[in-house]
């Protein structure tokens, strides 16, 4: 079992910043590769970023790329998402997902994003 605990949202300009911080309960953190989902409003959730178990590879939505960028401190049991040169579109609530053997996942509870123009 793995708790997901997300931090870091909240109410950013257009062409902002913001770094989201998703802490991970449990010492097999490392075995669980890593990803960001989104939903905005009246949408479905989707893609954003992910990472493999210990940081070698990671493939983002074409919508982020270039902008936004995933990383994790295994030490940490920490996945971050690094995200620059916000837009109004990247308005959702942003949800950490872990994915581990036997296609265990689990979700956390979400951090509202809000990039006002």
């Known amino acids: 079992q793995v708790e997901l605990v997300e931090s870091g949202g909240g109410l950013v300009q257009a062409g902002g910043s913001l770094r989201l911080s998703c802490a991970a309960s449990?010492?097999?953190?490392?075995?669980?590769?890593m990803a960001w989902f989104r939903q905005a409003p009246g949408k479905e959730r989707e893609f954003v970023a992910r990472i493999s178990s210990y940081g070698i590879s990671t493939v983002y939505a074409d919508s982020v790329k270039g902008r936004f960028t995933i990383s994790r401190d295994n030490a940490k049991n920490t996945v971050y998402l690094q995200m620059n040169s916000l837009k109004p579109e990247d308005t959702a609530v942003y949800y950490c997902f872990a994915l581990g053997l036997g296609n265990a996942n689990y979700w956390g509870q979400g951090t509202q994003v809000t990039v006002s123009s």
């Open positions: 449990g010492r097999t953190f490392n075995m669980y590769h």
